[in-house]
């Protein structure tokens, strides 16, 4: 999608549409031929209301062929995410009326706030997973949209924000569309790929070990898990070093990757089992995350680690009852885990990458994990647990976002949680139980990471979602892309 800036009114551009975004109970302004056309509306039609859409023909009367109004809701609720829901809902409107461009008229105030929001929601509201059912030969493309400012406004700044914007949205969109890709397509050595052809467009360094180098290494979680699989486990590791960045305190983020988790030996219920598919969207934002660090060149060290596997049942499969031990590191010696249920395999991944990244140096860990049902039972779809031993780091997460809109609500991780995860023949058991499932999942990653400040994300209930949203279609969300790109931008 083409976006260009100018200084006139929307009302005054000759297009096929000019969208007006309208506070409930205020007034439009503008000449007396748009003031004519909005008094004809009648008060059901269109009052304002968050998620009411109205397009209007001007009939020649004005400069764009049609108006759209997009209501906001009430002035005193608004927020940027208000602006991505309403931008969202319209750009869908306008590619599904057949328009392919645009004025939006951006208000006077909150400026580079609704800039970017505008531009992030027009580009994630209108992604498909096009690869495997192309589009239809009549489909309309939303092609351009003209941002149309305020006079005073300063150009050369909107034009950044506008540029800044769009590499996120894009990034993000780039993680659905890996995360939308099912299990026979991409593989943990595929993913490894991907990984690969992302370091080499930009400024990453990418080194991958493959099943030969993990055994080399004893990492024994993920040799476990992706055991009983054909398609072999990989660690993929990115760095990136922006210039000026504070080199003595790397950031690492990690992710779970499990290509397909189909419960192994504890297998899953068939239903829904397909969503599984999804298992691999902590990994997949770990990697959009640093597209769009490198593309927006900012001035971090980060060391990206992704675990990925892929969890079948077979001959070769973990069982119920092994204990394995965890990667090393330079600790003493690995964790010792005693295994429950191979369903539970996300932790075990995650505790090889922790020690990893810790090894390497980290100073802050940040991991990210579809790794709880009970997650998705707390919390729903709608914001993403938190847990950790830092509690000023997670509150910088949950500003994050909340400004972004991948929004988090932090869970307690206290020593009750530590003890249900006690095993009697190993450091660790794998499950604690069936309450505050989500929490031990947690406590159990604590187990990895000692000291280091540290904040994990439980994005079972967000990574994707099964209904279309205002600004996301179903299928993978890209879910935590625009929340730590935001935090990184904030870090320095
Ligand atoms: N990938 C799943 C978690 C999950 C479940 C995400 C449903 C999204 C929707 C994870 O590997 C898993 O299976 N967790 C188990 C843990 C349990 C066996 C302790 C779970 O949540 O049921
Ligand atoms: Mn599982
Ligand atoms: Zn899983």
Known sequence: MNFSLITSAALSQKQPAAVLFAFEKERLIGPAAFRNLLARIGPKEFRGAERQLLLLHTAGKLAPQRILLVGLGARATFTSETMRRAMGLAARKLRDSGLERAAVQVSADHIDDSLSAIVEAAILATYNFHQFKPKDDNATELKSLTLCVPARADLKAAKRVVAEAQIVAQATNYAREIGNLPG???????????????????????????????????????????????????????????????????????????????????????????????????????????????????????????????????????????????????????????????????????????????????????????????????????????????????????????????????????????????????????????????????????????????????????????????????GATGFGVRLVVDLLRRWS
Not at 237 to 253: N, S
Not at 278 to 299: E, M, Q, S
């Open 184 to 474: 026979n397509v991409i593989t943990p050595r595929v993913l490894a790929d991907y990984a690969r052809a992302l370091a080499k467009e930009s400024d990453i360094a990418c080194t991958v070990l493959a099943k030969k180098e993990l055994e080399k290494g004893s990492f024994g979680g993920l040799l476990a898990v992706g055991g009983g699989s054909a398609n072999e486990p990989h660690l993929i590791v990115l760095e990136y070093k922006g210039v000026g960045a504070d080199t003595a305190h790397p950031i690492a983020l990690v992710g779970k990757a499990i290509t397909f988790d189909s419960g192994g030996i504890s297998i899953k219920p068939s239903d829904k089992m397909d969503e599984m598919k999804f298992d691999k969207c902590g990994g997949v934002a770990v990697l959009a995350i640093l597209k769009a660090v490198a593309a927006l060149k900012l001035p971090v060290h980060i060391i990206a680690v992704i675990s990925s596997a892929e969890n079948m049942p077979s001959s070769t499969s973990y069982r119920p009852g092994d204990i394995v031990t965890s990667y090393r590191g330079s600790d003493k010696r690995g964790v010792t885990i005693e295994v429950l249920n191979t369903d539970a395999e996300g932790r075990i991944v995650l505790g090889d990458a922790l020690v990893y990244a810790r090894q390497r140096g980290a100073k802050t860990i940040i991991d990210f994990a579809t790794l709880t049902g009970a997650v998705v039972v707390a919390l729903g779809s709608f914001a993403a647990g938190v847990m950790g031993n830092d509690e000023a780091l997670q509150e910088k997460i949950r500003a994050s976002g909340q400004r972004t809109g991948d929004r988090v609500w932090p869970l307690p991780l206290w020593q009750e949680y530590k003890d249900k995860i006690k095993s009697d023949v190993a450091d660790i058991k794998n499950t604690g139980g069936r309450y505050g499932g989500a929490i031990t999942a947690a406590a159990f990653l604590a187990k990895y990471v000692g000291e280091t400040s540290w904040a994990h994300l439980d994005i079972a209930g967000t990574a994707w979602t099964t209904d279309d949203l205002p600004y996301l279609t179903k």
